[in-house]
């Protein structure tokens, strides 16, 4: 089966971010750093990695910090040049979208994921997208998202990124309930948004990467209020099962971190400080004397 190449994603950074208080009252979560790079600069090489060349960002009031990390900074440049500073100046290159690559679109009102991912649906047309969540970061030899983008040229359909996860934990993700199991990829027949645990279908709980067709957005008109008060994806992509078309989750290689929470948060920032070339050495030298003095003063 031949699929349409995946080349637009959206990046849907409007939430609130209240896990975050007070510090996102003024600074858009996805700006926060893991190390040195913001958590969307994470989201953007992967998606880059996986052949993107349409960037779509719905965002919100508050979030213009997010804007300008993408253009060029002039006086930054010219004073990075003149000192011969040319590994920051390359540093810096990784930032910058080319002119008509990138686009932003408003969501006025939080009134959740689903409806921010809708809020693009004119920017779409009638080719199958990606979107990446920013506070998801996961951490892959090959992106995420490129493992899908592969998987799914054989599969066509909807696409999320499912993985396990423990049962006390189930009830804040969407949860796949699997029609049959090939490795990898499962077929769906039935998504449910943070079901209680004795409610799962399954362990296998949906993440921060999808790749979609506009159809999925065509089926927001009729999705209800759903869990949280909030317009859920998962509910527009389970009507593409009501529909009778494929849904499709697929186990990545990798490892997942819940950046929009703290304590995720500060596991990604401490294994990406553990993985760093420059700190590698003495951050784990750190660690293991801070924890060497814990349990001695225990
Ligand atoms: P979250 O569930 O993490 O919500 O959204 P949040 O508002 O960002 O954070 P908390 O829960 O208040 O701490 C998951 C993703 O969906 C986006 C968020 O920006 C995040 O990337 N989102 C959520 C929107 O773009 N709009 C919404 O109305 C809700």
Do not use: W
């Not at 159809?215 to 527009?236: C, H, P, R, Y």
């Amino acid at each position: 089966m031949m699929n349409r190449k995946v080349t637009k994603a959206i990046f849907p950074v409007a939430g609130l971010g209240t896990r975050f208080l007070p510090a996102t009252k003024s600074i858009p979560k996805e700006i926060m750093t893991l190390v040195d790079r913001p958590l969307i600069q994470y989201a953007i090489d992967e998606a880059r990695a996986a052949g993107i060349t349409e960037f779509i960002f719905v965002t919100s009031r508050g979030k213009s910090a997010l804007e300008d990390y993408f253009d060029h900074a002039p006086d930054l440049e010219a004073s990075l040049r003149a000192k011969g500073k040319k590994d920051l100046l390359n540093i810096l290159e990784n930032t910058h979208m080319d002119s008509g690559a990138i686009a932003y679109i408003r969501q006025h009102k939080a009134k959740g994921l689903g409806h921010a991912v809708s809020c693009a649906h004119r920017l779409i047309g009638d080719e199958p997208f990606a979107v990446i969540l920013p506070d998801d970061v996961i951490a892959a030899e090959r992106p995420c998202l490129q493992q899908m983008v592969e998987a799914y040229e054989e599969t066509g359909g909807a696409m999320v990124a499912a993985m396990e996860v423990a049962p006390e934990q189930i009830s804040s993700y969407g949860v796949l309930a699997v029609a049959s199991d090939i490795g990898r990829v499962v077929k769906v027949k039935g998504m449910v948004e943070k079901p209680t645990a004795d409610k799962a279908p399954s362990n296998l709980a949906v993440i921060g990467r999808y790749i979609l067709t506009p159809k999925v957005l065509d089926n927001m008109s009729s999705v209800d209020v759903g869990a949280g008060g909030e317009i859920q994806l998962t509910d527009a992509i389970a009507k593409e099962i009501d529909h009778g078309r494929g849904v499709y989750g697929f186990r990545f290689d990798g490892k997942r971190y819940d950046c929009g929470s703290k304590a995720g948060y500060l596991q990604a920032t401490v294994a990406f400080a553990l993985a760093h070339p420059d700190l590698k050495d003495s951050f784990s030298n750190y660690i293991e004397n801070m924890v060497a003095a814990r349990r001695a003063a225990q």
